[in-house]
C-alpha cells in the first residue's frame, strides 16, 4: 500500500498534478529545517566566542595575579619544590598541604575505617609530610622563615586545631598516626624499637663533658692518689 501511494505521488509531482496544499507544506518544513540549522549554528558560533572569550581572560587574570605576586591553589603546582621561585607562592603551596594533611589525619581518627584504609590514610599522610618539609625547605632557600625548627599545627576547615595530630608515633623514620598506631604489627614494631640501644648524638655526648672529663676533680680521686704516692715512693 505504502508503494502505490509513493508512485502516485510520484506521477503527481511529474505531470505537475501536486496539489497547491502539499506544495506549501513542503516548502514549509524544509524552511523549517533549514532554520533550525541555521540556528544550532548560531548557538554554536556564540558559545565557541564565549569560550574563547573566557580563555583570554582567564589568561589575562593569571597574568595580573603574577604581576601581584598572588597565587591561586588551583593553579598547576610546580613538579618539585625547588622549580618555585616567588615567596609567596611557596608558602600557599605549604599551607595547602598542611590542610591536607588535617583532614586526613581528622579521618584517621574514625573507628569505623578499616584496617587496609587505616595503612592507606597514614601512607598518604607520610607522603604528604616528605612534600610539605621540601616546600619548607624551598622557603628557607628563598629568604623566609625556617618553618623546620617548629612543628606545623595541624587546623581543619573551621581553624581549629586537630586533635590527636601531636600524638604520633615514629617507627624507624614512618610516622603513625592515630587509630594507625594500633594496627597489628606496629605495637610490636614500637617495643623492638625500645629494646634497640638507641646511638647518642654529638650534643648528648657534649652534655656529659665536665670538669672531671677535663681532669680538674683527679685530686679527689683516692684510688689515683694511691697511684701517684706509690710511683713516688718506687722513684
Known amino acids: 500500500m505504502v508503494g502505490v501511494v509513493r508512485w502516485a505521488r510520484h506521477l503527481a509531482d511529474r505531470h505537475g498534478l501536486t496539489t497547491v496544499a502539499h506544495r506549501h507544506a513542503t516548502r514549509k518544513r524544509r524552511s523549517t529545517l533549514q532554520g533550525r540549522d541555521g540556528a544550532a549554528a548560531i548557538v554554536s558560533a556564540i558559545y565557541t566566542r564565549v569560550l574563547a572569550s573566557r580563555s583570554m581572560l582567564h589568561r589575562f587574570r593569571q597574568l595580573q595575579a603574577a604581576e601581584a605576586g598572588v597565587f591561586r591553589i588551583g593553579d598547576r603546582r610546580p613538579p618539585r619544590a625547588s622549580d618555585c621561585d616567588n615567596l609567596a607562592e611557596a608558602e600557599q603551596w605549604r599551607q595547602h598541604f598542611i590542610h591536607q594533611i588535617s ?52 587546623i581543619d576547615s573551621e581553624g581549629r586545631e586537630v586533635p590527636g595530630n601531636r600524638g604520633y608515633k615514629q617507627v624507624y623514620a614512618h610516622l603513625y598516626f592515630g587509630r594507625a598506631k594500633e594496627l597489628p604489627g606496629v605495637r610490636e614494631l614500637f617495643e623492638q624499637q625500645m629494646i634497640v640501644p638507641q646511638k647518642s648524638t654529638i650534643s648528648e655526648l657534649y652534655r656529659r663533658v665536665d670538669a672531671e672529663y677535663y681532669g680538674y676533680r683527679d685530686e679527689e680521686d683516692e684510688t689515683l692518689l694511691a697511684y701517684e704516692q706509690q710511683r713516688e715512693a718506687e722513684g
Do not use: C, F
Open 103 to 154: 583532614r586526613k589525619v581528622a579521618q584517621i581518627q574514625n573507628v569505623g575505617i578499616p584496617d587496609h584504609q587505616l595503612r592507606e590514610l597514614n601512607d598518604e599522610i607520610n607522603r604528604l609530610m616528605r612534600v610539605k618539609y621540601a616546600w619548607e625547605i624551598r622557603i628557607r632557600e628563598l629568604g623566609g622563615p625556617d618553618y623546620t625548627r617548629v612543628a606545623s599545627r595541624m
